[in-house]
């Protein structure tokens, strides 16, 4: 089943004899492993187990820099580990996995995965252990085996490195190292075949490029155009999670331009997609461009985001677009007209991504907000300021500021960058200059044509007030 060690062109293979590295040749410390990883080692190898820090935990460390989490991967099964750990929690059914929770810090655990011909008759039979579809993708993945069978399961060269905590000794199975050295993403085993297993791989190439500065590697690169169409595949829910590492992780801007280099990006956001495509809003391309370089900026200076943000900004043209057809096919108020609108781009989003419900009440939140940042006058602008999501409404405010200051027709050109500027000075001055900018609101408004009679004012809408506040 093992073959000698790949050649650096060909599709890489694991070594039955991994390459040891003993503690002076590599620089994993245990100071840079958390004190809750070391304990989970310690425990399990006390316990009679063999267990190592493997995945980014000694990647990272390995090229620098402080892992995100760190994973461990053990020969004990979900049921030994449960009984030596008090705090730990059985998960996962395609992938069954034991978390050991310290307080909100979680170590994941993962018994060795094996072959899947190498399962006995019986638990192949019953399909609980495994199952693959007729596309190849596994859909399940439970098989055990031994750390050489783990390693070839890994997705990548660089994922297959495996620490020890009893000798310090760094477990090489893929030249891992060598192409850490070489900056370059493998897939581990014929590609197609691992894209097939696990559609999800593709997604996770360009991740790791983008986040380790690194290029894909020929034979990893070629199948993903022809095999994006695989994307359908992905649950919704699985994709949210891709999504939320794609974008919220300082590297959306990279990821965005990489998905759409290899036509993935419409599995994320099709109606958003097929705005790009039509090339007569550019636009929304610097639109969605601008919303995901501050959100990079924002997570880069350490700054909160909210997912809902950056799905609001993604589906904000859809929406606008959607919003226009509605009105154009029935006679509906503007208001009747949004909600219409937005049910029809949500429930269209959600067969891709599936957006928790706390996210999409926020993404609601900061749409509606945008009509009621422009009224003003009255009581108006008090009401929308101590609206929950008042400054994530405003942000996006600004950033549509930005965009459509460049491509508004002649007489609405600039309007949203005052609106904009009208927030900003609004919540730098005294309570009673704020009277005064709000009563100017009120005196422009009737001096202008487009103000609306009050006779020829709407019945109320039986939609729920725009005003709801999120639960997010
Ligand atoms: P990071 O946590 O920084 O995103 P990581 O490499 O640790 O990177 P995880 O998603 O935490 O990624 O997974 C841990 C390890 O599990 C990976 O390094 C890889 O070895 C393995 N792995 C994860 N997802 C897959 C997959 N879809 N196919 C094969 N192996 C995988
Ligand atoms: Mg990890």
Redesign the pocket.
Known sequence: MFSKKSSRSSVATVTAQPTIISRDQHTVSRKQISSNALKVLYRLNTGGYKAYL????V??ILMGTA???F?IATDATPEQIKALFRNCRLIGRRFRLAHIVFGRDIIEVATFRGHHQNASEKEQSCQKTSKQNDEGMLLRDNIYGSIEEDAE???FTI??LYYSAIDFTVHDFANGLADIAAKKIRLIGDPETRYRE?P??ML?AIRFATKLDMTISEETKAPIKPLAPLMESIPAARLFEEFL?LFISGKAVANFEQLCEYNLFKYFFPALDEMLNEGQHEFVSDFIQLSMSNTDKRINNDQRVTPAFLFAAMLWYPLQQQIQTVKASAQLSPQDAFFEALGTIMSRQQQSISIPKRFQAVMKDIWILQERLARRDGKRAYKAFEHPKFRAGYDFLLLRAQIEETQGSADNKGSLTELAKWWTDFQNVSIEAQQQMIKTVAVNRSGTSSRRSPRKRRKPSAKPAANTSSDA
């Open positions: 493997v995945g980014g935990g990647r990272d892992p995100k989490d994973d399961r890994r997705d994922n297959a696990d999800v791989r996770r590492k």
